[in-house]
């Protein structure tokens, strides 16, 4: 990833926000679908796109696939 200081250090304090942030946004009322980033299929999704690995190009990624089904 291009942006490696925006990750979380370990998986556990990873999984932590990301239940916390999930919890905060089912809360606010928004509907959360959650979608998995495998590493080679994200690559090959933003080479196609022209994109660099980073928050911006996970978001539109995640986007994507929850749009897609």
Known sequence: M???QSLAP?????LMAAQNNES????AGL?????PIRPDAF????A????????SARAK???SMAASG
Do not use: H, I, K
Request: with cysteine.
């Open 10 to 14: 370990t998986y556990d304090l990873w």
């Open 24 to 27: 905060v946004a089912q809360q």
């Open 43 to 46: 690559a090959q999704w933003c």
């Open 2 to 4: 291009a942006d490696p």
């Open 61 to 63: 990624f995640a986007q």
């Open 48 to 55: 196609e796109r022209g994109l660099t690995l980073d928050g």
């Open 31 to 35: 509907r959360v679908v959650r979608v």
